[in-house]
DNA sequence: CCGTGGTCGTTGTCCGCGCAAGCACCGCGC
DNA sequence: GCGCGGTGCTTGCGCGGACAACGACCACGG
């Protein structure tokens, strides 16, 4: 007791050595590793990461397909980011939009066979990167229990993406 | 062996549901963190994230000022970055430049009363936020385990900053 | 049938950051 | 003393992203 234990204090009071050390390298990891992986792939294939992940999600989707407010929930990104994106792949050659025949409100943005062929290409760097300076650092079992932490400290995010339509396949 | 254990295919082969967890939940969870701190800081202090964490670092710094370079090198921000965010600071009256006796390139950035006052208001709420979002779901243990996660991936970043001028205080 | 509220995507605008260039200055060698 | 490479900070510029506003559209209720 004595001079602890009084929450409010606790609260504001300064992190120690080893809050410090799993928050600020919470913060320094990410920005390192992104650092990093961004620039491997600028360098081998001239592609932001950002990009990488949109073609990358899209890749995974089930006809190489994605509506734009899907795909922006899944990279973290803006509506509008969005669309300023696609409009860069676009012009890349990468995707092309393609009008949704249910809702007319909506579109797709689908993965050229440029695209494609580019995606495939970046993963194998991107995945040896993401191997290389973070999964190689843990065993297996390491690995799960930061699976385990991460669950802890997302709102609802469990699946690796939420936007996983349930909607009829054309 | 079969179709595994090439260490080629291995490295661009898909991330299992283990490895994709422990990867992605570190980008959603530094991103849903980040977000959510900003936005606390900002409504209840007006405060950026970056913002606080300069005037935090500076706080720290013996006398309430650090070195400019020493600070970017801190916030992992460019020279160029820091420059306007001190600028901004000033002309918010948080801050002011000193230029430093020992070598007239350099500046400091120094804490002004305003300055020390916002930051000891807003570190309560920061640090409320950081134990509430992020501390909190692990035990001291599991801190410490993260720690030393991060020192496993971080370059040599060992230290909370690098940046500790050992040089004489005035 | 016609509102009405909500959603999807786009656009205008602003802001923060990085990169490259520039300027002033340090430290060294001559 | 002078020049020369290196360093610290600032400035010009472009990019990428967020927010708010907008038009088009859906779904639902009178």
């Not at 410090?20 to 650092?35: I, Y």
């Not at 290409?121 to 799960?144: M, S």
């Amino acid at each position: 007791m004595s001079t602890v234990e009084r929450p409010s204090a606790a609260a504001s009071a300064p992190l120690d050595g080893r809050e410090l050390l799993a928050w600020r390298g919470l913060l320094r990891a990410h920005a390192s590793l992104c650092k990093a992986l961004d620039a491997e792939l600028e360098a081998a294939h001239g592609l932001p990461l950002t990009t990488y992940e949109v073609l990358m999600y899209m890749h995974d989707a089930p006809k190489g397909k994605m509506r734009m407010c899907d795909l922006a929930e899944c990279i973290l990104l803006s509506r509008s980011g969005l669309t300023r994106l696609v409009d860069r792949l676009q012009r890349d050659g990468l995707v092309i939009r393609q009008s949704c025949s249910s809702d007319a409100r909506g579109s797709y943005a689908v993965l050229t066979e440029d695209g494609v062929r580019l995606l495939e290409e970046a993963r194998a760097t991107h995945l040896a990167g993401v191997r290389r300076l973070f999964l190689e650092k843990f065993t297996p079992a390491e690995q799960a229990l930061l699976g385990n932490a991460w669950e802890r400290v997302l709102p609802g995010a469990g699946s690796p993406c939420g936007c996983v339509p349930p909607v009829v396949p054309s």
